[in-house]
């Protein structure tokens, strides 16, 4: 759900930046050279991942199809057939379902992407999502998919409507946030492609390598002393969009991986509420977490104290401590959700 109101966000803040809103956009430099951040004593740093590629099961299997499913849509369920996976859109906010299609073994049959899914082996496929992650259904039919796979989070419904129309199998599945959604994500989309062993398979590999990377970090934490105070800020600084995200947003699952506690849910933040002075210094959070190109669009950390004076006051503000990551990777839940924690780990505890 987070992911979807999160492209709500991005939309209209780019709608805002459109209409004039915008002002000069500052960028941030890397904080360590060669964009690996370690926060030796604290201090702002950027995770990176250290492989972008993500890794295929082992096996053979390919697609048995057709198979019927469940389209799950905002009007209601309603059942696709699917006949044909040699030419598949995939489109979503976080670049999810391309990822999960490429971990099972489809990524050669993937002919069209949203933006978010900069992956390696997908860099000259087509992307079909424009401004705002706006779908192009004339680019999309240009490349006469077999299948659409998206989740929501991508619109206007009507051009997706437009696609099925045209007669192609349109596919909804159900890409909500944290660990345990990505494996549903992976059960689902394999059930679109007629490969539902595999997307068991799959499943049960991310909750295998979460556990074991939220295992070494607890160990990390510990041996750092008293868990820190973590919040998650989502920032729009040219349309003046600041969010902070709470319990069941998705970031408090990361949060709990990072062995941290999440300070915007301790000062009872729920989902993801506009962030005031007030709830900033009520979760007077150590480290803050946000998007990279989010916390480029408010100038760099500067730019974002001197729009909210009430960070300087926390501890987070007052060690400068601002994690970034990338937009489309800090909450990518997918077949990389294990790397992201420990990218975000390596940049909060200087690891």
């Given at each position: 759900m987070a992911a979807r109101i999160v492209a709500?966000?991005?939309?209209?803040?780019?709608?805002?930046?459109?209409?004039?809103?915008?002002?000069?956009?500052?960028s941030v430099q890397p904080s360590a050279a060669g964009g690996e951040a370690r926060a030796e004593a604290g201090g702002p740093a950027t995770a990176v991942l250290a492989d972008r590629a993500v890794e295929v099961l082992d096996g053979d299997a390919g697609p048995e199809l057709p198979v019927t499913v469940a389209s799950h849509e905002r009007a209601g369920d309603r059942q696709v057939t699917v006949t044909d996976a040699s030419r598949i859109v995939a489109v979503d906010m976080t670049g999810g379902i391309a990822a999960t299609v490429v971990a099972l073994g489809l990524g050669d049959s993937i002919v069209g992407r949203d933006t978010a899914s900069e992956l390696p082996g997908l860099e000259d496929v087509p992307v079909v999502t424009g401004a705002?992650?706006?779908?192009?259904?004339?680019?999309?039919?240009?490349?006469e998919p077999s299948v659409v796979l998206t989740d929501g989070s991508i619109g206007p419904s009507?051009?997706?409507?437009?696609?099925?129309?045209?007669?192609?199998?349109?596919?909804?599945?159900?890409?909500?946030?944290?660990?345990?959604?990505?494996?549903?994500?992976?059960?689902?989309?394999?059930?679109?492609?007629?490969?539902?062993?595999?997307?068991?398979?799959?499943?049960?590999?991310?909750?295998?390598?979460?556990?074991?990377a939220t295992e070494d970090v607890a160990a990390l934490a510990a041996?750092?002393?008293?868990?820190?105070?973590?919040?998650?800020?989502?920032?729009?600084?040219?349309?003046?969009?600041?969010?902070?995200?709470?319990e069941e947003s998705g970031a408090d699952e990361l949060v709990a991986a990072l062995g941290g506690v999440d300070?915007?849910?301790?000062a009872g933040i729920r989902g993801m509420q506009p962030l005031t002075d007030e709830a900033m210094l009520a979760a007077d959070p150590d480290v803050i977490l946000v998007m990279t190109k989010g916390l480029e669009?408010?100038?760099?950390?500067?730019?974002?104290?001197?729009?909210?004076?009430?960070?300087?006051?926390?501890?987070?503000?007052?060690?400068?401590?601002?994690?970034?990551?990338?937009?489309?990777?800090?909450?990518?839940?997918?077949?990389?959700?294990?790397?992201?924690?420990?990218?975000?780990?390596?940049?909060?505890?200087?690891a």
């Open positions: 709500r966000l991005a939309i209209a803040a780019a709608a805002l930046a459109v209409a004039g809103c915008a002002g000069p956009v500052t705002s992650h706006t779908l192009t259904p004339e680019a999309v039919l240009a490349l009507d051009a997706v409507a437009q696609l099925r129309d045209a007669g192609v199998p349109v596919v909804y599945v159900e890409n909500e946030d944290g660990f345990e959604g990505a494996g549903e994500l992976a059960r689902q989309v394999s059930d679109a492609l007629g490969m539902s062993a595999a997307g068991e398979e799959l499943a049960a590999r991310i909750a295998a390598e979460v556990a074991q041996s750092r002393g008293e868990p820190l105070r973590m919040a998650f800020l989502y920032l729009r600084g040219s349309a003046g969009v600041y969010y902070m995200f709470g300070a915007a849910a301790d669009s408010v100038g760099g950390i500067d730019g974002l104290i001197a729009d909210r004076p009430a960070i300087a006051l926390t501890s987070a503000g007052q060690d400068r401590r601002i994690v970034d990551m990338d937009d489309h990777d800090i909450l990518a839940f997918g077949p990389r959700s294990a790397a992201i924690v420990e990218a975000l780990a390596a940049a909060v505890y200087g």
